[in-house]
Every structure is written in structure tokens, then in C-alpha cells.
């Protein structure tokens, strides 16, 4: 009988002192009017909110100047900081258009998942043939990627090596050296990182070289894992696990990051380059689906065609990636010879390696499980 | 008060001061020598070389903007909905209430990168709305929506949570009264419910945006790490980690820290108006409002 007494502008006293009231199923009128004002509040905010990231994402498609998203993986931080000055200036020059890159980095594998997902990149510069591959399979790279640029769309190549601490107390000179006791190996999560990747294959690899059957390989990689403490998910995580928080004895990265990684620590740590090692070849696409829309194909192709250019290569090489051009002929200038072998060489292709290797239930699986579930 | 020399005396024993010593110890050790660390490092070249670092970057300079936008967008949204939610929670009774308030701590339970990665599958590109926002042109994963959604996620219950206890402490009658009087619900709820959970309100807010702030897990799967456009403040501290730039790293991180130091202090400052606040009902509420009986009957 209480609904009469929210229409009538004077209710009897008592009726608000009661608690019970609270709890009783209908409510004065003007209540539910300040229900849906702040029903409405609530959705305007919403709105205010849509429309303030509506600005936001409109704001980059001024025609004045060309935006391209470059989404990378973890150790070429300092190169792209080089080369999209360089580019910009290039571009700006022949084509009298400004041109600015921004830049993605993370671990490889991720970074081509969160493209998959929708990170809308113009550019992708992976560490891995499979990491693009992934882009390409599903719809937003053309098939015939690694036929659009040279050397089957690898701008640079590295190769891994071993960082150690100062006046390497271990005395590690060459894989085998990594299999003594006591050792302790820092290399990302192969799952994740094409650091990662190319670390476990350049150690399975390293076995075959030297004549080693399958077996062996097996075996000398599945110890080396046994004495891995932390498997980051990025290059550069692992790097910050060796050099800043000082663990393990050596660290499996690309020569660039090695480079990096021992001008950073200042004397602390030095490269060992080990007799022979697995080439390293980090593609690089154009990512169609996005440059079709927002129409930075040309600057995009731009972009990584330069890269090719004498200019990139020479900031390339600046940055310890080795130029294209020179790998056929002995080592490039300034860089140390060393036998390498391919991703073919150890696994077939990539995509066995990716099937038999580090797919679900591969060697990776059956080698890390038992130093996790310790059976 | 008649116990403060046997606590003066248990103080002094020794198990009490190993205690004591502890407890020091350990809030020295995880609290304070880090935060101290941040500033020490942070500093380590000078104020000047910090202040270039926070303000010569522009990379930096933007995740400081961006993180200056996003957590204020996300506590104005906490704070509506927390509003709204806690007064339909506080004010009614209605079937599947308690799941509601449940469902309200679900942000607490959930890990941040967890949250981050339900966004993706929800709004991601092949996720479950991807293909409309895609048809839409609208961007949420990696870029500004993204964040604020993700942010808004993990701080849902901070406002909410704050203000449910207090509107319940409260009660009805006052709003009830102005409505008597004839007040519409905006005078109602300007005069006399935001009066009176003001204090509740704005503590809720301060931790809301201090989360908001320093929020890493859930921002840090759908920023997408695009320098310069998605990166908030923390993601920033761990990139230029990243890229060796340690001071510079922690230049942003002292900036951090302080932000959280200043809210400590706004908090304090809060907890302390609401202490008196509640101490200022309960003596209001004893003579009238317990005495149910009286009046209970009129309500059915």
C-alpha cells in the first residue's frame, strides 16, 4: 500500500524512519527517475568515451604525412631507430612526402600472434620465416611473400653465439663446452621467441655438423635444457636475465644482441664465437591487408626496399647484422668467418621444425617436460 | 587506555622487540629500499639528465600523456558505474543481487593478463566482435579503446566496493525524506546521497586511479607495444629497461612511484574524514535509527 505514498508530495513521518521500507518491492517514483539518470549518465560516458577514441584513431590518417606501423621482434630496437631516421629522410627526399614509423617490439612469436589478432601493422620484421608464414596463412600477407623482396625477403642475416662473463672464467669455447656440468645456459623459450628457436637449433644443429647422428643431438640438447634456470619469453628478457641479473654462465643469442648486450655491461661480459653456428634469417613483409586499406603500400614497399639499399645495409652492418649482399663470398667486412649451417640443414624445413620440433608434443615438449615435472 | 603499560611492557620484551625488528626489517626490505632504489636510480645522473629524459623523449613524453588519459577516462567510468551500481546494490532488493555483488569481484580474481587476453578474444580480430569492429572501422585491441577497457576492467571494483558498505551504513531514510519534500532524483542524489558518501566516493576514486596508473598485466597484452601510441607509463619503464636505458627507465618509474606516494598520502588523508564521518552517524544513529519495532510495522 505504499505506492500511493510516493505520488503524494507529503507522506506521513513514519514511513521513513523504517527500515523495512528499504527492503520492500516498489519504489517511490522520483527513485526510479534517479535510476535512469544515472542509467543514462552512465551510457553518455560510454559515448563520450567512443567518440574521444573515434578522435584518437582519426588524428593518424591526416594526408600531410604517411604513418607505418613496423612491427618487429626484441634485438632490433636500436637498428629500426637508425633506419627509420634514415628512411624518413630518403623518402622525404624522392618522394617529398613525410614519413613516420612507429615501432612494435616483443618477442617474435607474440608479435605475429597480435597481428593475427589485429595489431595493424604495415610492415612486419620478424625473427623467423615461420612467424610470417603464420601472417601469410592467415590472410593478411599474400602467399608469394618471400618472392617480393630479395634473398627470399631476408634484408640481414645474423648468426648465434655464445656471451660469457669476463675473461670467460668458465673457459667455454665451443658447444661441446656447454655440455660440462655445472654449465648453466641462458636462451629465451623457443615456444615463443625465434631467439629461442634459433638457439635450440643451432645446438641440435652444432651435433649434426659435427657428424653427429639425430640421437646425439637429442641427447646434447635435452642437457643443455636441463641446465637452463629461466626460459624467458623474449630475446631481450634473457638478455636482461644474463647481463643485469647475472645468472648463467653463457648466453645463446643473435651476434647483434651479443654485441649489444657486452658494449652495454661495460667489460663485464665478452662474445665467444664458437667454431660453427646456424645463419640466422629474420624475413621481413609487407602486410597487404592493412596497406591496401589505409594506402601505404608504396611508402611500405619503400620502406623495406630500402633496407636493401647500400644506405640500409651499411646501417645494418653498423648494427651488427650481417649484409646480404656478402654472404655468399666469405664473411662481410668487419664481421668473423664462421661455418654456418641453415634451419634446412638441421630440420629439413620450417616447417618440419615447427611440426617435429617445437610443435605440440615435439622434441622441445619431450625435452623440457622432465626438468619441470622432474619424471 | 588502562592497558597501555602491559603493551608498553610487551613491547619491550625480547620476543616482542624481535618482532618488532621484523617487522621493520621486512618493510624495509620490500617496501622501502626498493622505492628508495627507484629514486637513487632515477636520479643517478642528475636532475637534469632525469628531467631530459621525461621530457625530451617523445616517446616517453606520450606514455606519460597516454597514461594521464587513460586512467581518468577509465576512473570517470569506474566512478558512474560504482556510483549506479553500488546505490542499485544498497537501495534494492531483487533476485540474483548477491551474484551481481559477486560478479562485482570478479576483476580481483581474475589475473590482469588473463582480462587482457579475453579482451583480445572478444575484440581482437578474430575475435567474436572482430569482424563488426572491423566493418565499423573502429580499432579496441592495440590502441587507445583497448587500454581504457582493460584498465577499466581490473579497477571495476574499487569504486563499487568502497561505496556499497557505506550506502548500507546509511540507509534510505535521508533520500527518502528529500523525496518527501519533494526533491527530484538529481537534487536527491546532489544533495544528499553524494553529500553523504562523498568521503567513500572519493577514496574509491584515489585507488581506482592509482590501479588505473600502475596497471602492467591486462594493459600490456592489448597495447600491442607500439611506441609512441600505446605504450602507458609502466609499459614504458619496462621498454627502456629493455633498451638499457636504465636511468631513463627509472626517471619514469620515479614519476610512478611519486604518483603512488601522493595517493598514499591522499588516502591517509580520506581514511581519516571517513573515520570521523562514521563516528558522526553511529552517534547520530543511536537514539532513532535502531529502534525498528516502533515503526516496523507500517512497511507492509
Known amino acids: 500500500m505504499d505506492r ?73 630496437r636500436e637498428l629500426y631507430r637508425s633506419i627509420n631516421q634514415a628512411f624518413a629522410d630518403d623518402y622525404q627526399k624522392k618522394h617529398g612526402a613525410a614519413v613516420s614509423i612507429k615501432q612494435s617490439h616483443a618477442a617474435s612469436g607474440s608479435q605475429s600472434r ?131 641479473k647475472g645468472i648463467g654462465d653463457v648466453h645463446l643469442t643473435f651476434e647483434n644482441e651479443a654485441h649489444l648486450e657486452v658494449e652495454e655491461s661495460k667489460g663485464e661480459l665478452e662474445i665467444v664465437y664458437p667454431t660453427r653456428s646456424i645463419r640466422v634469417d629474420p624475413p621481413v613483409a609487407v602486410v597487404d591487408t592493412t596497406v591496401d586499406r589505409k594506402a601505404t603500400r608504396h611508402a611500405a614497399e619503400a620502406y623495406l626496399g630500402f633496407l636493401y639499399s647500400p644506405e640500409g645495409q651499411s646501417i645494418v652492418a653498423k648494427h651488427h647484422y650481417r649484409p646480404w649482399t656478402a654472404d655468399a663470398k666469405g664473411p662481410p667486412e668487419g664481421f668473423p668467418a664462421i661455418e654456418m649451417f641453415d634451419v634446412e640443414f638441421v630440420a629439413g624445413s620450417w616447417d618440419d621444425a615447427m611440426k617435429n620440433l617445437f610443435g605440440e608434443g615435439g622434441e622441445f615438449d619431450r625435452i623440457y617436460q622432465p626438468a619441470g615435472a622432474s619424471n | 587506555m588502562t592497558s597501555k603499560p602491559r603493551d608498553a611492557a610487551t613491547a619491550s620484551s625480547p620476543l616482542g622487540l624481535l618482532l618488532i625488528a621484523g617487522a621493520v626489517a621486512t618493510v624495509g626490505l620490500l617496501i622501502v629500499a626498493p622505492l628508495a632504489s627507484v629514486f637513487v636510480d632515477a636520479f643517478s645522473n642528475g636532475p637534469r639528465a632525469w628531467w631530459e629524459a621525461l621530457a625530451h623523449d617523445p616517446d616517453t613524453r606520450h606514455a606519460i600523456w597516454l597514461s594521464l588519459t587513460v586512467a581518468p577516462v577509465a576512473v570517470i567510468v569506474n566512478t558512474v558505474f560504482g556510483v549506479a551500481a553500488a546505490w542499485l546494490v544498497a537501495r534494492f532488493r531483487f533476485p540474483g543481487r548477491s551474484l551481481l555483488v559477486s560478479l562485482f569481484d570478479v576483476p580481483f580474481s581474475v589475473s590482469p593478463v588473463v582480462a587482457g587476453l579475453a579482451l583480445v578474444l572478444i575484440f581482437g580480430r578474430q575475435g567474436l566482435l572482430g569482424p563488426t569492429l572491423a566493418w565499423l572501422a573502429v580499432k579496441v585491441i592495440f590502441a587507445w579503446p583497448g587500454l581504457v577497457l582493460a584498465t577499466t576492467f581490473v579497477t571495476l571494483p574499487l569504486v563499487v566496493r568502497e561505496l556499497i558498505p557505506v550506502m548500507e551504513a546509511i540507509g534510505p531514510e535521508e533520500e527518502m525524506a528529500a523525496v518527501s519534500l519533494g526533491a527530484n532524483g538529481w537534487q536527491v542524489f546532489w544533495r544528499v546521497t553524494l553529500p553523504n558518501i562523498r568521503w567513500a566516493l572519493l577514496h574509491g576514486i584515489v585507488l581506482a586511479n592509482a590501479r588505473a596508473m600502475g596497471e602492467f598485466g591486462a594493459v600490456y597484452v592489448v597495447s600491442g607495444h607500439i611506441a609512441g601510441a600505446t605504450d602507458t607509463m609502466p609499459l614504458r619503464v619496462e621498454k627502456l629497461f629493455q633498451e638499457y636505458r636504465t636511468p631513463a627507465s627509472m626517471a619514469v618509474a620515479s614519476v610512478l612511484a611519486a604518483l603512488a606516494l601522493l595517493t598514499l598520502v591522499a588516502k591517509v588523508f580520506i581514511e581519516r574524514q571517513l573515520e570521523t564521518e562514521s563516528k558522526e552517524l553511529e552517534a547520530a544513529r543511536v537514539p532513532g535509527a535502531d529502534t525498528d519495532p516502533s515503526t516496523g510495522g507500517l512497511g507492509k
Open chain 1, 4 to 76: 500511493p505514498l510516493g505520488h503524494s508530495p507529503t507522506p506521513t513521518p513514519p514511513l521513513f524512519a523504517t527500515a523495512a521500507s528499504r527492503r520492500s518491492a516498489s519504489r517511490p517514483r522520483p527513485t526510479r527517475r534517479l535510476a535512469t539518470v544515472v542509467v543514462a549518465t552512465l551510457l553518455l560516458s560510454g559515448f563520450v568515451g567512443c567518440s574521444a577514441a573515434r578522435k584518437e584513431g582519426g588524428g593518424e590518417g591526416k594526408p600531410a604525412s604517411i604513418e607505418l606501423l613496423n612491427v618487429s621482434y626484441d634485438p632490433t
Open chain 1, 114 to 244: 597480435a597481428v593475427i589478432d589485429g595489431l595493424e601493422a604495415d610492415v612486419v620484421t620478424l625473427a623467423t620465416w615461420p612467424d610470417v608464414e603464420a601472417i601469410a596463412k592467415a590472410g593478411l600477407v599474400k602467399p608469394d611473400w618471400q618472392a617480393r623482396f630479395d634473398n627470399k625477403s631476408v634484408p640481414y642475416h645474423s648468426v648465434v653465439v655464445f656471451v660469457v662473463r669476463k675473461g670467460n672464467p668458465k673457459g667455454i669455447s665451443d658447444w661441446p663446452d656447454l655440455d660440462r656440468d655445472g654449465i648453466e645456459i641462458i636462451t629465451p623459450n623457443p615456444k615463443t621467441s625465434g631467439n629461442g628457436k634459433y638457439s635450440f637449433l643451432a645446438a641440435w644443429g652444432s651435433v649434426l655438423a659435427a657428424g653427429g647422428s639425430p640421437d646425439d643431438a637429442r641427447g646434447f640438447v635435452e642437457r643443455l635444457y636441463r641446465r637452463t634456470p629461466v626460459l624467458d619469453t623474449g630475446a631481450r628478457a634473457a638478455t636482461a636475465t644474463f647481463s643485469q
